[in-house]
């Protein structure tokens, strides 16, 4: 997971590992890990031009990393604003494609839907026509089709399409009616949580977008269909970086599967994603069923387990272990 603050494989690799033990030389580390020498090296190497590397105590020459508190966190926030400025940009780029549309001839590349029955129709065709995957992002109240009436989003999942969501935040502090992401999870999405999710959107494989442009209000919801085209990469493109940066839930290191899993072990990771992401202390108890002090006993138990005192200790605990 911390390729997403822009560590590679490798580096991820060598970081976790000095993160658990120091070594002695980048040959030790390299035969700890199974590495080549000059591969750990130079791994090693670029870590130390972001800042990763530390001083060992006492003026020894022994291969430590930086804190992750003092090392992480300002890559953390450096690709945020990327993020953000990324999200503005092509937000701007969309409004300029519009006002400019007529001198392309749109009609090859988009096609506008308005209508109820018709934005219906045109959604569960771009679904139904997904062969590979499809990329959600969700984000305000329902348009057309529930997360729970989303029919065709389980049919396409039982024949095998792989469905990458990304939910709003917001959308898991609702007190009246929230939307559970346990629910998301069961039919097989693969599920993660972002905060200020600034569109709809539904990408059918690379060959059409789904982009909602009326959403809300007294009007006919009304969408956009784009096509193979460069607006589509763009739609494409901004997908995967809110996916880069949101909070898989629950959090797991992708390796064996969680149904194998003890079920107090899923619950702990259900919750450490759920902090991570920002909820409240009420969105985690909607989340997990129970109520808030439930939610707060399970923190402590959690923390005392993991031998720390306080939230961000567990979820830099959490990240020690793998599971984000």
């Not at 789904?210 to 969408?223: A, I, K, Q």
Request: proline share 6%; with cysteine; charged share 25%.
């Amino acid at each position: 997971m911390l390729e997403m603050i822009g560590l590679a494989e490798d580096e991820e690799k060598v970081y976790l590992a000095l993160l658990r033990s120091p070594a002695g030389d980048s040959g030790e580390l390299a035969a700890r890990l199974g590495m080549a020498t000059p591969d750990a090296e130079d791994a090693l190497a670029r870590l130390a031009d972001k800042g990763l590397l530390g001083r060992a105590p006492g003026g020894t020459s022994a291969l430590r990393v930086a804190p992750p508190d003092a090392a992480l966190s300002p890559l953390l926030v450096q690709r945020q604003a990327q993020l953000h400025q990324t999200q503005t940009e092509v937000a701007r780029l969309i409004e300029d494609y519009r006002a400019r549309a007529a001198l392309h001839d749109p009609e090859e590349i988009v096609e506008t839907v308005t209508g109820r029955d018709a934005v219906t129709e045109s959604y569960r065709r771009i679904h139904q026509g997904a062969a590979k995957e499809v990329r959600v992002l969700v984000t305000g109240p329902p348009m057309v089709v529930s997360s729970a009436d989303n029919d065709v989003a389980r049919a396409s999942m039982a024949a095998g399409v792989h469905y990458r969501v990304v939910y709003d935040r917001a959308l898991l502090d609702g007190s009246d009616d929230p939307l559970l992401l346990a629910e998301s999870c069961e039919p097989g999405e693969d599920v993660r949580v972002a905060g200020d999710i600034p569109m709809k959107l539904s990408i059918a494989d690379d060959h059409a977008a789904f982009l909602p442009t009326v959403t809300s209000g007294l009007e006919e919801p009304s969408v956009i269909i784009v096509r193979p085209s460069g607006l589509l990469d763009a739609l494409e493109w901004i997908f995967e970086t809110i996916w880069e940066t949101a909070v898989p839930f629950p959090a797991h290191d992708g390796e064996g599967s969680l149904t194998a899993m003890p079920e107090a072990e899923v619950e702990a990771r259900r919750l450490i994603s759920l902090m991570l992401s920002g909820c409240t202390d009420r969105a985690m108890a909607n989340q997990l069923g129970v109520s808030v002090r439930t939610v707060q006993r399970r923190i402590n138990r959690l923390s005392a387990q993991m031998g720390v005192r306080t939230r961000h200790q567990l979820i830099w605990q959490a990240t020690r272990r793998g599971w984000l």
